[in-house]
């Protein structure tokens, strides 16, 4: 998990045109500075995985300008992704992913478990 989110730190997803998600890529690059990658081995994945929660949500349509496909320019947007897609999205998933579920540890079988599995 610990390779997963430094990866998912390190994506930058921000417009050099535009500036599009400019403040949550500044944010990142700050946790950067901070999280060192031998910071990383040192302090809880769970104190990494709430800082970087704090990050805004990637930004919504935005007009970029005009590309040029051919003889003819286009306008271009830069589009929201979907949740999956998105940093918190990805982040809740690798949260779920690490999480232990109490009711298969202790084996209560006979219960169904409060926590989905995949």
């Known amino acids: 998990m610990r390779a997963e989110l430094y ?24 946790l950067q500075a901070i999280y060192t990658p031998l910071r990383w081995l040192e302090v ?9 929660g704090v990050a ?6 935005k007009y970029c300008g005009q590309r040029q496909m051919g ?15 998105t940093f918190h999205g990805k982040l809740e998933t690798m949260k779920k992913k ?14 169904p478990c409060r926590f989905e599995h995949d």
């Open 7 to 30: 990866e998912l730190l390190s994506t930058d997803i921000s417009c050099k045109n535009c500036g599009w998600n400019i403040l949550r890529t500044e944010i990142f690059k700050s």
């Open 56 to 61: 805004p949500e990637e930004g919504k349509k």
């Open 71 to 85: 003889p003819t320019y286009y306008p271009f947007y830069h589009e929201a992704p979907t949740r999956q897609n």
């Open 98 to 111: 690490a999480s232990i579920c109490l009711d298969c540890v202790r084996g209560q079988e006979a219960k």
């Open 44 to 52: 809880p994945i769970s104190e990494i995985a709430c800082k970087m």
